[in-house]
């Protein structure tokens, strides 16, 4: 199908799924009415059905803020992973985030909850590797098939690798997700 669309179409084909994604995100929720720090999200404005705890003894929590300053885009993602001593592999068994930003930002978030979410940790670094390479093509894009095929969505950014002041914006929430589960790791490895 792809092979038969003009550059010109796949571009337009881009912005509109970056943009419908942008208006309609997943895995989004209100954390605190401002989340300009990560101090923000303690204080007493915080929403409680969204607070830092595990819903399930076997699993760990951990966060982290992110802020592209060039831009002012910023996200906090939050992560619960399973802690893996039952011999299964460590998973994502919840995530969210909130955040404030560009089409680009928010749309990476949202396609990057779609892809991550339930998943095995080793699974969703594999993918953050993998949309990281594609942010690093400079527009370029990815060779392999099996890297294609994995980002699913996320591989309508490959426009976005073009502009390097865009391509923070992608990376944010992908950062934050890397960050808090290697928080979330540090607390199972105790």
């Excluded at 799924?17 to 007493?44: C, N, R, W, Y």
């Excluded at 985030?97 to 560009?102: A, H, L, N, S, T």
Aim: contains cysteine; aromatic residues 6%.
């Amino acid at each position: 199908m792809f092979e038969s669309m003009s550059n010109a179409e796949l571009e337009q084909m881009y912005q509109e799924v970056i943009l419908e994604a942008s208006k309609a995100p997943h895995g989004k929720q209100k954390f605190a009415a401002d989340i300009t720090s990560a101090d923000a999200e303690k204080s007493d404005n915080a929403v409680a059905h969204a607070t830092l705890s595990a819903e399930h003894e076997y699993c760990v929590t951990a966060q982290s803020h992110q802020f592209n300053p060039t831009c002012g885009d910023e996200v906090t993602v939050r992560v619960e992973l399973t802690n893996g001593k039952n011999g299964e592999p460590i998973r994502i068994e919840k995530l969210m985030w909130d955040g404030q930003g560009c089409s680009i930002s928010q749309a990476s978030l949202s396609i990057m909850y779609d892809l991550v979410a339930g998943k095995t940790l080793d699974e969703a670094m594999e993918l953050f590797r993998t949309f990281h390479k594609l942010m690093e093509s400079r527009g370029a894009g990815l060779e392999n098939e099996e890297e294609i095929e994995s980002l699913d969505d996320a591989i309508v950014f490959q426009g976005v690798s073009r502009y390097p002041m865009r391509i923070k914006c992608a990376l944010l929430g992908w950062e934050g997700l890397k960050d808090s589960a290697a928080q979330a790791l540090t607390h199972i490895n105790q």
